[in-house]
């Protein structure tokens, strides 16, 4: 399950527990963030469950260096 991130990184961060994930929109209601396999097919999806002055953010424990989104 997605956490609430750390909007002051944004980007994708990895650390030995999962990705961090952070964007910016002034103007966003919500953000979704889709995890893909090497196929290119859609395998995941969460809304970044954090915001911050219209940046968005979540972590994803257990998600890995490599994954596609």
Known sequence: MIEK??????GCHCDEGGVGF??????AEAVELSLFDEHRRQVESHFLPGEHD???HGYLPGCKEGQRY
Do not use: D, E, F
């Not at 991130?5 to 944004?10: F, V």
């Not at 952070?22 to 103007?27: D, F, P, Q, T, W």
């Open 5 to 10: 991130g750390n909007p002051a990184k944004p």
């Open 22 to 27: 952070a964007l910016y929109s002034g103007s």
């Open 54 to 56: 219209g940046m968005w």
